[in-house]
């Protein structure tokens, strides 16, 4: 595989189920040029290699049995369209599983941008729009700010499978490493 074709990756949850309806896999992508003031994931900004994947050593390595979809986060994902763009037909075509992408762009600059427009063409649902800590999502929905608005491409979701159980989980890996995942800190700080 060419090395364009790999992706930088900050972190991978195998199984979460604050990051979107049911079981999912989701894929954080290190780089975001945003740095929005109060992101939940700031160590995803800077623009550095941290783990370079390819779509099939990222299902070998970390899919789990059961889930129904990947989540890919950030970071920004567009900003490695290439291989967001391999994921996500992997994801659909390889393992039949449903897509949602977090996204600081604006959909109407990805519609714009044919590089990057073709992307959805594989996405199910794409939340878009910056995280602005002033606007911080009051209720269960799965986003961290009122301002970031669901795109649904296709029948397969609507708005009520984006209320969670929770806003945020803990989960213990193997090794004892605590990851913290979701829309809002544990402690109920913003996030």
Request: a negative charge; one cysteine or more.
């Amino acid at each position: 595989m060419a090395e364009k074709d790999l992706i930088n990756i900050h972190s991978v949850i195998p199984l979460s189920r604050v990051n979107g309806p049911g079981a999912r896999m989701v894929v954080f992508f290190q780089g975001c040029a945003r740095r929005c003031p109060g992101c939940f994931n700031p160590r995803t900004h800077p623009i550095e290699t941290v783990s370079l994947y390819s779509p099939e050593e990222l299902f070998e390595e970390h899919l789990a049995a059961g889930i129904e979809g990947i989540t890919v986060s950030g970071g920004e994902p567009f900003l490695q369209p290439r291989g967001l763009l391999l994921l996500l037909k992997a994801a659909r075509e390889e393992y039949g599983l449903t897509t949602v992408v977090y996204t600081g762009f604006d959909y109407g600059e990805l519609r714009a941008r044919q590089n990057l427009s073709c992307v959805l063409d594989h996405v199910d649902v794409l939340v878009d729009g910056a995280f602005d800590r002033t606007r911080k999502e009051p209720t269960l929905l799965a986003r961290g700010s009122t301002n970031q608005r669901f795109h649904f491409l296709n029948g397969t979701y609507r708005i009520e499978d984006f209320y969670m159980p929770g806003k945020a989980e803990i989960i213990i890996r193997e090794d004892g490493t605590v990851v913290e995942t979701g829309f809002s800190r544990i402690d109920g700080s913003a996030a």
